[in-house]
T-cell receptor
Framework: EAQVTQNPRYLITVTGKKLTVTCSQNMNHEYMSWYRQDPGLGLRQIYYSMNVEVTDKGDVPEGYKVSRKEKRNFPLILESPSPNQTSLYFC????????????FGPGTRLTVT | AQSVTQLGSHVSVSEGALVLLRCNYSSSVPPYLFWYVQYPNQGLQLLLKYTSAATLVKGINGFEAEFKKSETSFHLTKPSAHMSDAAEYFCAVSAAYSGAGSYQLTFGKGTKLSVIP
């Protein structure tokens, strides 16, 4: 089954404790991205990647890091999480620049206390 | 640069009534437009998309949207609401040209649809 998976689905952590949210897609998509969803703000793009080893900042990159060492994986790293990073995070992928349909993962609800 | 404005953060309709969710966009180049739906505790699912073919686009679950360039709008409609339509709906815009900017999908803030029995 074609899908985007994220782990963990739920995470409660404390300020400053480094964490990684994994994202994996099995559709051989070139393009992957991370969004955060906050009430009243919709989805805002954090980072995106056009291919392996090619990443760029989205609209709200501060406090986040990403890497794209393999085509299928695009982990989101919070080196020193803060309470304002409490949010619902979505990973998404699509085939490439000629394809505009994005496939979203199920989301990761992160709480930073 | 591109942006999306969704009018109304909450919309309530009676079961069987017309659903109309409004979306206006701003884009410096020809746009591609999308509607996504998010059911409670789930990810986003594509409802329909406009990619410069027919201006009236039909999607899943009986939804459709019409691209009106003169009004810079892409409103979502469904003739008869069903209880299962209760969800949050997001309009999104992307640039319709190849280039770095075309990778950006900009979302509106969302409209939560409630269906009253």
């Amino acid at each position: 089954e074609a899908q985007v998976t994220q782990n963990p689905r739920y995470l409660i952590t404390v300020t400053g404790k480094k964490l990684t949210v994994t994202c994996s897609q099995n559709m051989n998509h070139e393009y992957m991205s991370w969004y955060r969803q906050d009430p009243g703000l919709g989805l805002r793009q954090i980072y995106y990647s056009m291919n392996v080893e090619v990443t760029d900042k989205g609209d709200v990159p501060e406090g986040y890091k990403v890497s794209r060492k393999e085509k299928r994986n695009f982990p989101l790293i919070l080196e020193s999480p803060s309470p304002n990073q409490t949010s619902l995070y979505f990973c998404a992928s699509r085939w490439g620049k000629s394809s505009y349909e994005q496939y979203f993962g199920p989301g990761t609800r992160l709480t930073v206390t | 640069a591109q942006s999306v404005t969704q009018l109304g953060s909450h919309v309530s309709v009676s079961e069987g009534a017309l659903v109309l969710l409004r979306c206006n966009y701003s884009s410096s180049v020809p746009p591609y437009l999308f509607w996504y739906v998010q059911y409670p505790n789930q990810g986003l699912q594509l409802l329909l998309k406009y990619t410069s073919a027919a201006t009236l686009v039909k999607g899943i679950n009986g939804f459709e949207a019409e691209f009106k360039k003169s009004e810079t709008s892409f409103h979502l409609t469904k003739p008869s609401a069903h209880m299962s339509d209760a969800a949050e709906y997001f309009c999104a815009v992307s640039a319709a040209y190849s280039g770095a900017g075309s990778y950006q999908l900009t979302f509106g803030k969302g409209t939560k649809l409630s269906v009253i029995p």
